[in-house]
């Protein structure tokens, strides 16, 4: 049985699908700011939560989603019929699934809310089901319920809501789970019924509860329940289960009405309604609310709030304008409608990740909550285009979260720029993680021409892990707090340079033998995790290499001679000439004595950049300056000095990379090495009649230039030789290498073309299209995003909702869907990229690659996006359907007028104040005509 493809219905994302309970692993976002995550299913399973200790639901796996019978429920009892549940979760119509003919079920969905139709044409009774999280500041899921008599004879009906409390941690799922039922304190009330338990039980130490789980609900004529299920094990009663409770098949009154308490049982929110006759034509609804409360919290704030059919609708509209708000200012209409309805679902998957972090969700079983610290930077980069206040703020919170010894703090808190001290084991440093920072902080100066944001100050994060976590401060104490100080007590304030620049010389030191960055504890292939001692990432080498490039060029245009550095850095600039320093501060352990202060403070020695050892020891010095406190002591540095210190370090990086680094087939195909193992072993290249490539050891040296063009053309060859497989949505993460390499990581003892191991990883896959366009390679980028939305939006194979996943499975299933670094970079790259709209120091560029195809009909490609402060519409118009290559840009006009625009490499430039001196609200035309080169 093949199923029908989801399709959207109209232009704000929203689609229809049928029949998606024959679907596994299926899954929907209901999300809030408020903290509620819920995540729900077209039966209904799933979870509800605020948090890992907070579960309203039980936890839940992917595999959960079809094993396990606890999901949101609503019973009918049909006098002459016997029981059916309008979420399908009863034994007999589970039995019956794979009969069209007996229901008939549909799903529709969109920014954030879901309504499941049932119909069974047999009984004459169609349901409607709506579920959605409200934009709110409260923890509660909504649903309602809607029956519909389709048939032609009355029908009494006896309606129950039934969905099981857990009320307690995702720990306590194995670990005393019914030693936890025992703390639970079940009370019934008129409207519902609430599980408040005794403690949140811990062995490390227990704590007093604050929460309340409620499960309310009303009928249309505001009725409450006339009776409770309030214990799992009467509902289902003996030799019943969740699926065939015997309070259902048997229609049982219920033993406990309003005031009744039971304690010490595993809870269920059972709601009997009153009884009613449904007459043919008629329709009746229910309102089922499911919380999170503080204990302080009146529920009846709730049910007047949300408990009947009219607040449940304006909540739902409420809702829906909210998310609709929240993605609005980017959109896109191409040749392609699908395309642009998916986009939609992309572009709301970065906000997702900041709500969820990299759990909550099926298939990111893993994790307590909040996100890691690539996620900070890279979810910016699609808020930059989508947003206009505040990121700076948020921005230059981040690097708080930054060590003085380059490495970072990995417990990041749920506030903006809140970080904290791993009290526990030795925390993993992913060598990655000081790249990122700069990428998003360039793209803000770009989209802004906020230079100066460079000079923003911020303290460094200090707790008692030093040279990059592999030791520790003996002397801090956790009451000293999490910032770093000076040896006078004082917070130290570095400025967002001086934070980059530590990130940036730590690692341009911290080599391996083979004089490329040390792999330490993973890179961003969080497989790459056995490979302490020896292993270097190559491919991250790149990356730095262009980063300390980039960060030359954005020093040369701050408007100032010099800029202020704490005197512990210096020594890492070490081909700076002797510059003078400035008087405040305290003496540093790298000053000379008072009273021997030179006229110009030295840089220090310069370092043999070829040696490794000698790059090693002189960082091992460094460490040991900022292992406890530093002087607070400042010293003025040339900004030309200091740009041409950090040229040198890059051109260092791209030589040693292109002449060492650099491996053939024997077919005379070229790539690059990306990683050395423990052993201190190349992995890339032919070897024992096996190819060895990975699709990160090549992206960071196409994309910052370090390959040259002739580099450049045979690694895209190479790559789409050996990586590409149309079959899995396009360029796989790795040659099937064959074996578990224990002396790498643990994503080799992965099946080949699953998750770190040659699956095709859709974060790195458009980097790449993103580094392909970049170079040049329109037609290559475009095929690598083309392939990914292919795949994703093949229902058939993929199986997945509208968006795109972390990965496709060997058989072609879009899998762990939502949480993904890859929706930002898509994003990214279709907007800086494919339709070239893009910031150069706060002006705005037009430099579009769009393919042929990418237009529709009439010549027509659109983009809505936010650029200084201003709503844009900028359409492209391409009359003769020239291909990408084939066109310049003729004139823009906006709003109708034609303006004055200066002319660039591929592109034109129009100047900030054009766009700032446009009216403030609504939104923009630009108008941009193409025409044959």
């Known amino acids: 049985m093949q199923p029908e493809n989801w399709q959207f219905i109209d232009k704000n994302g929203t689609f229809r699908l049928q029949n998606p309970h024959l679907s596994n692993y299926l899954y929907f976002p209901l999300v809030n700011e408020a903290g509620m995550m819920s995540v729900i299913t077209p039966t209904l399973h799933g979870s509800i939560q605020t948090g890992q200790n907070t579960f309203f639901s039980e936890p839940i796996s992917v595999e959960s989603l079809h094993n396990t019978r606890s999901a949101r429920n609503f019973w009918v009892y049909i006098e002459g019929y016997g029981a059916w549940s309008v979420t399908g979760n009863s034994a007999k119509q589970i039995s019956e699934r794979f009969d069209k003919n007996i229901e008939t079920t549909t799903i529709e969905a969109g920014l954030l809310w879901q309504k499941i139709t049932r119909e069974n044409a047999q009984l004459g009774l169609k349901a409607e089901i709506t579920n959605f999280v409200p934009a709110s500041d409260d923890q509660v899921e909504l649903m309602q319920v809607t029956l519909k008599n389709t048939g032609k004879t009355s029908l009494k009906i006896t309606p129950t809501a039934a969905l099981p409390i857990f009320g307690r941690s995702a720990d306590n799922l194995r670990d005393h789970r019914h030693v936890t039922s025992l703390l639970h304190r079940t009370t019934c009330t008129q409207k519902g019924v609430f599980v408040t338990p005794s403690l949140s039980f811990d062995e490390r130490g227990h704590l007093p509860n604050t929460k309340t789980y409620a499960l309310l609900g009303t009928d249309d004529a505001q009725n409450p329940p006339i009776g409770f299920f309030p214990v799992l094990e009467d509902f289902i009663g003996e030799g019943g289960n969740l699926d065939h409770p015997k309070a259902i098949i048997q229609n049982e009154t219920p033993s406990f009405v309003d005031g009744d308490k039971v304690d010490g049982y595993e809870s269920l929110g059972g709601l009997r309604f009153p009884n009613i006759t449904l007459n043919p034509g008629e329709s009746r609804s229910w309102v089922i609310l499911a919380a999170v409360l503080e204990q302080s919290q009146a529920p009846q704030s709730l049910t007047d709030k949300y408990g009947s059919p009219e607040r449940f609708g304006y909540w739902l509209s409420v809702t829906k304008e909210y998310w609709q708000k929240k993605t609005g200012t980017f959109c896109v209409e191409t040749g392609d409608p699908r395309f642009d309805g998916w986009m939609r679902w992309v572009a709301i998957q970065p906000t997702l990740r900041r709500l969820y972090g990299n759990s909550f969700m099926p298939y990111h079983d893993y994790g307590r909550g909040g996100r890691g610290w690539r996620d900070l930077w890279q979810d910016i980069l699609s808020l930059l285009l989508m947003k206009s206040t505040d990121l700076d703020e948020m921005l230059l919170g981040n690097f708080s979260g930054i060590r003085m010894d380059g490495s970072n703090a990995t417990i990041i808190g749920n506030a903006p720029g809140e970080f904290k001290a791993d009290r526990n084991n030795i925390p993993r440093v992913w060598m990655d993680h000081g790249a990122w920072p700069l990428l998003t902080t360039k793209l803000y100066i770009d989209q802004t021409g906020d230079i100066d944001f460079l000079l923003r100050e911020q303290p460094y994060f200090k707790d008692k892990?030093?040279?990059?976590?592999?030791?520790?401060?003996?002397?801090?104490?956790?009451?000293?707090?999490?910032?770093?100080?000076?040896?006078?007590?004082?917070?130290?304030?570095?400025?967002?340079?001086?934070?980059?620049?530590?990130?940036?010389?730590?690692?341009?030191?911290?080599?391996?033998?083979?004089?490329?960055?040390?792999?330490?504890?993973?890179?961003?292939?969080?497989?790459?995790?056995?490979?302490?001692?020896?292993?270097?990432?190559?491919?991250?080498?790149?990356?730095?290499?262009?980063?300390?490039?980039?960060?030359?060029?954005?020093?040369?245009?701050?408007?100032?001679?010099?800029?202020?550095?704490?005197?512990?850095?210096?020594?890492?600039?070490?081909?700076?000439?002797?510059?003078?320093?400035?008087?405040?501060?305290?003496?540093?352990?790298?000053?000379?004595?008072?009273?021997?202060?030179?006229?110009?403070?030295?840089?220090?020695?310069?370092?043999?950049?070829?040696?490794?050892?000698?790059?090693?020891?002189?960082?091992?010095?460094?460490?040991?300056?900022?292992?406890?406190?530093?002087?607070?002591?400042?010293?003025?540095?040339?900004?030309?000095?200091?740009?041409?210190?950090?040229?040198?370090?890059?051109?260092?990086?791209?030589?040693?990379?292109?002449?060492?680094?650099?491996?053939?087939?024997?077919?005379?195909?070229?790539?690059?090495?990306?990683?050395?193992?423990?052993?201190?072993?190349?992995?890339?290249?032919?070897?024992?009649?096996?190819?060895?490539?990975?699709?990160?050891?090549?992206?960071?040296?196409?994309?910052?230039?370090?390959?040259?063009?002739?580099?450049?053309?045979?690694?895209?060859?190479?790559?789409?030789?050996?990586?590409?497989?149309?079959?899995?949505?396009?360029?796989?993460?790795?040659?099937?290498?064959?074996?578990?390499?224990?002396?790498?990581?643990?994503?080799?003892?992965?099946?080949?073309?699953?998750?770190?191991?040659?699956?095709?990883?859709?974060?790195?896959?458009?980097?790449?299209?993103?580094?392909?366009?970049?170079?040049?390679?329109?037609?290559?980028?475009?095929?690598?995003?083309?392939?990914?939305?292919?795949?994703?939006?093949?229902?058939?194979?993929?199986?997945?909702?509208?968006?795109?996943?972390?990965y496709f499975s060997q058989r072609g299933r879009g899998v762990y869907p939502y949480l993904t670094g890859s929706a930002s970079w898509y994003l990214l790259t279709l907007v800086t990229q494919v339709f070239g709209v893009r910031g150069e120091l706060g002006n705005l560029v037009l430099m579009p690659k769009l393919r042929r195809e990418q237009f529709d009909k009439k010549g027509s490609a659109t983009l809505h996006t936010l650029f200084a402060g201003r709503r844009l519409k900028i359409c492209y118009r391409n009359v003769e359907l020239l291909d990408a290559g084939e066109y310049v840009i003729k004139n823009v006009l906006i709003d109708g007028q034609n303006i004055t625009c200066t002319k660039t490499d591929g592109g034109v430039k129009i100047s900030r104040v054009e766009l700032t001196q446009l009216p403030d609200g609504g939104v923009h035309s630009l108008a941009v005509v193409l025409v044959k080169k």
């Open 465 to 806: 892990f030093t040279h990059r976590a592999k030791s520790v401060d003996e002397n801090w104490m956790p009451e000293d707090g999490t910032q770093l100080r000076t040896q006078n007590g004082d917070i130290y304030q570095g400025t967002v340079l001086e934070h980059l620049l530590v990130q940036h010389l730590t690692v341009f030191f911290n080599v391996g033998d083979h004089n490329n960055l040390r792999l330490e504890d993973a890179d961003w292939n969080d497989g790459m995790d056995m490979a302490h001692e020896k292993g270097e990432s190559v491919a991250f080498t790149a990356l730095y290499a262009s980063n300390l490039k980039e960060l030359a060029e954005l020093i040369s245009k701050l408007d100032k001679e010099s800029i202020s550095l704490a005197v512990e850095l210096v020594p890492l600039l070490d081909s700076l000439p002797p510059s003078q320093p400035s008087p405040e501060g305290e003496r540093s352990k790298f000053s000379p004595p008072r009273g021997e202060m030179p006229d110009r403070a030295e840089g220090g020695d310069v370092v043999d950049y070829t040696n490794p050892a000698a790059k090693r020891a002189h960082l091992s010095i460094y460490f040991e300056t900022v292992k406890e406190n530093i002087s607070g002591e400042r010293v003025d540095i040339s900004v030309s000095e200091l740009a041409s210190d950090l040229r040198a370090k890059a051109v260092h990086l791209y030589a040693h990379l292109r002449k060492n680094e650099w491996v053939q087939d024997d077919a005379g195909r070229g790539w690059f090495n990306g990683y050395y193992d423990n052993d201190g072993h190349p992995l890339e290249g032919s070897k024992q009649d096996k190819t060895r490539m990975t699709l990160t050891g090549q992206v960071f040296q196409l994309m910052g230039g370090v390959a040259s063009d002739e580099q450049s053309q045979q690694m895209v060859k190479s790559i789409r030789h050996y990586l590409f497989d149309e079959s899995v949505g396009g360029y796989r993460l790795n040659t099937d290498f064959g074996e578990v390499l224990l002396n790498l990581g643990r994503a080799f003892g992965f099946a080949y073309g699953h998750k770190e191991n040659g699956a095709m990883f859709s974060h790195m896959a458009v980097i790449y299209a993103n580094a392909l366009y970049g170079r040049g390679f329109v037609a290559e980028g475009f095929e690598a995003l083309d392939a990914i939305y292919r795949q994703s939006v093949d229902f058939e194979t993929s199986r997945m909702y509208p968006g795109i996943p972390e």
